[in-house]
């Protein structure tokens, strides 16, 4: 091989380096962007509920207690005093019922959703008797109460009314109960602490955004929840048992205990020490995610971007070659800052249009420009056309290498493959140490066998 073979080759491969500064430009103004669209959001939500958790409900029975308390031991001096307590009583039986509808929301460029969840809230409480406690004094009973856990009490749309054991009762605001955070509770008819069952259900409409979560605070839990939004994704610590998603939406039921949970020892931690990681830790619920984040797939297009820079000077260097056409490295850098420049295009359009069209409209543009430039660096219409074709494919692979997430390893791994095979294969006769020498007759030398 001629030395200035040789440089131009160093010349090639330096240009393909110095391409990879625009390319993390390019990247780096992705998340840049990305920050702007989460800021943004970030500024939706901020005038609007968030994500929503759901907690309860807990029965409350508040009393004092008379207790007596040694003053002096050695004089045998004590006193009578009242102390406040309450007993927390979590449901029997739970059952949450819900149906999610959306609406989009935007702030300039920038869209996301809310959903309206409409709720039905249904159990049994089972209540001891407590009316006997060895070794105690005299209770009296305070006001009970029934409490409900809500993380964002913006997304209230409505005041829910409770029915409880045959009657009504309105809910106000706060749940009046630390492990429960914020929410509302309503006030129940007063109790003596005797043993009972006690039926509830109340209906709540509650709006929020991305994630709706329910904690299952029930001894038995059943959770389900259907939309017409067709991209769930189901999060939290236990999955549902049952799921169907389609066209039409999803639809999915979880079933839970404390068998599973232990929720009814968080639940003791939380209340007494305050602790409640563990407790918030243990909810279900769904997320409805945006399938298509244009930011994702334009990061993970750029990082195929000096794959794209490869291949295309390999096109390039094996057209001088075979077809003894001279390429200036000038040209080589013209080309390869016009695929910088498709990712650019690719995501300034993304932002505009969905993202199918807007990798086809900068796809198309790229193919036109490099196939009408290449028709005159490789001096012929055809070879133009060829390499435009080329460019197409390589296009064409891409966009399915980010729609198969899944399998986009081994979808890589194959087109390298491959196109290593065909450089193997249009190459097979080539003799490189003749390769530009000043005496060489031809690029290619005949294959042994064949005839002078």
Known sequence: MSRSMMWKLLAVAVLALLLLIPLSMVRGLVAERQAYRADALRSIADGTAGSQTLSGPVWVLPYRQQVTETVNAAAGTVRTVWHEREIRVLPDKLAVAGKLGTEPLQLGIYQTRRYMADLTVTGLFKLPDLVQRDGEGPIEWGQPY????IEDVRGIKASP????????TQFAPGTRLKALGGGIHASLPRHTG?????PFSFRLSLGGMD?????????DTEVSLQSEWRHPS?????????????????TARWRTSWFASNLNERFDQCA???ECDAMNSSSLGVRLIDPVDVYLQSDRAGKYGFLFVFLTFSTFFLTEVLKRVSIHPVQYGLVGLSLAVFFLLLLSFAEQLQFAP??????????????FYASHALGSRWRG???????????GMLYLLLCSEDFALLLGSLLIFGLLTVVMVLTRKLDWYELGSDNSADYVKVAQGSEA
């Open 146 to 149: 029934l409490s409900v856990g």
């Open 358 to 371: 807007a990798y086809a409209l900068a796809a198309a543009a790229c193919v036109l420009q490099n196939g």
């Open 385 to 395: 056309l060829g390499f435009a074709a080329l460019l197409s494919g390589l296009y």
């Open 161 to 168: 009314i409770a029915q409880w054991a045959g009657g009504t």
């Open 272 to 274: 007494i020490s305050a």
């Open 194 to 198: 005797v043993a009972a069952s006690v």
């Open 211 to 219: 994630d709706l979560h329910v904690l299952p605070l029930g001894r």
């Open 234 to 250: 189901f999060v939290g610590r236990f999955l549902p048992e049952m799921r169907k998603t389609g066209d039409e939406g999803f």
